[in-house]
């Protein structure tokens, strides 16, 4: 079996265009999300981490292409370039190192261009005409296809549709692929874009957003006994993974190995985690043993933790069980307190940030962890970043329909 490494990564969050530019963000304590309005008084939810629109963000997408991707997918792309621009200086530079069949990619999205179809739909019922790219617009792989024409990546080619657990799964199963000798390189990643009106107030119905009307602090506090609910966010996050051994034979900067992967769903609930916790335990498990190491040797852990009463509770007993008596040990942070919750993407933002937890020696904090719920007593660093040279990281998303995934991302050694 191959080793895995990470040789390049962008996204595109309201805390940055780019995944450096969020990383300071949160560095500096920046929260990505305001109060933002819609008209519908059903709407309850105050507080959205929205991406600005842009044009200038997509001029490197030729027109032709551009105009059959919908608002996630050219997100999707804007990260990507990024990650290839990290790992091979120039996207074009693919070609000297791999042939075309050898590269892949994974893109998955919870929703796709669920905005757009809704817009196409309303624009056909009005005119009798709708969009002559609406049937590629709406295609939930699109972002996935549309890497892999840019870029001549003719190899392994899926798109993950898992919720809020899409962006660890493809990059998990592009971990597995690679390992298994399928391909060399591989993209992957997740981006979601869920700013319509219909589609806020679909998940605002669920009683899942944030309760809050006033004050951001209070808006995403995971952990907190004050929490309410998540603040939904807009983005994209790529990967770039390459097979260890022509990676340096190449000469490639290595920013990490992917070393365990475990994922396991629920089958108990579309919406809220077992209560038996097994899952989400033995995803953990399965990720430390494909990763030869013990949970002590895991120095820190990024949470799922979606400041929502249940999730965040069942989080905290699920890491205990898994973890035994060194759960205590370990720092462990949720940085949807800095992004909100990027749905789909928000696995793969957070590989990121483990990734910089491991390059920098620093571990963000968990912001507006001001009244701490006494069953979440983990050491979840409130409101203070931590200098720490660690080794090893864990990377844990859960979602809708009862994904659960974890990824070991450690130094290379």
């Not at 999205?109 to 609406?134: A, C, K, M, R």
């Not at 700013?195 to 006033?214: F, H, P, Y």
């Not at 990490?256 to 498990?285: H, L």
């Not at 080794?391 to 991302?409: E, M």
Request: charged residues 20%.
């Amino acid at each position: 079996m191959r080793r895995v490494v990470v040789t390049g990564y962008g996204a595109v969050t309201a805390l940055g265009e780019t995944a450096g530019e969020a990383w300071t963000s949160i560095m500096n304590g920046v929260m990505g999300y305001s109060k933002q309005g819609f008209d519908n008084p059903d709407i309850k939810a105050k507080f959205y981490a929205f991406v600005p629109e842009s044009k200038a963000r997509y001029k490197a997408i030729p027109k032709a292409i551009q105009r059959c991707l919908p608002r996630f997918a050219k997100n999707a792309v804007v990260a990507a370039r990024e990650a290839l621009d990290m790992a091979f200086g120039d996207p074009q530079r693919i070609a000297d190192h791999y042939a075309a069949h050898d590269c892949g990619v994974i893109i998955g999205t919870g929703w796709g261009g669920v905005d757009q179809s809704n817009e196409i739909h309303g624009e056909y019922l009005e005119t009798g005409f709708g969009n002559p790219f609406g049937s590629l617009i709406t295609m939930p792989s699109v972002a996935t296809g549309a890497c892999s024409l840019l870029w001549n990546l003719r190899g392994y080619q899926n798109t993950v549709n898992a919720a809020c657990a899409t962006g660890t799964i493809a990059i998990g199963d592009a971990f597995e692929i690679i390992r298994s000798g399928r391909a060399r390189m591989m993209l992957a990643g997740g981006s979601e874009t869920l700013v319509g009106e219909t589609n806020v107030w679909n998940i605002d119905v669920l009683n899942a957003l944030s309760k809050e009307q006033t004050h951001p602090e209070l808006a995403c506090c995971p952990f907190d006994r004050r929490r309410s609910g998540f603040v939904l966010a807009e983005g994209a996050a790529v990967v770039c993974l390459e097979e260890y051994e022509h990676a340096v034979h190449r000469g490639a900067r290595i920013l990490g190995e992917i070393t365990g992967y475990g994922n396991y769903s629920d089958a108990c609930d579309f919406t809220a985690p077992a209560e038996d916790m097994a899952s989400r335990v033995k995803s953990i498990e399965r990720a430390l043993i494909q990763a030869n190491v013990k949970p002590g040797q895991i120095g820190y852990i990024n949470a799922h933790g979606t400041s929502t009463p249940l999730n965040d509770l069942n989080e905290t007993n699920s890491i205990k069980k898994a973890f035994g008596e060194v759960a205590w040990d370990i720092p462990v942070s949720s940085t949807k307190s800095y992004s909100g919750h990027l749905i789909s993407a928000a696995g793969s933002f957070e590989t990121i940030i483990c990734l910089k937890a491991l390059e920098t020696g620093t571990l963000p904090g968990t912001r507006n962890l001001n009244d701490p719920d006494p069953e979440c007593d983990l050491n979840y660093l409130a409101n203070g970043h931590v200098q720490a040279d660690v080794d090893r990281t864990l990377n844990l998303s859960f979602g809708f329909g009862g994904a659960n995934a974890a990824l070991v991302i450690e130094r290379v050694r």
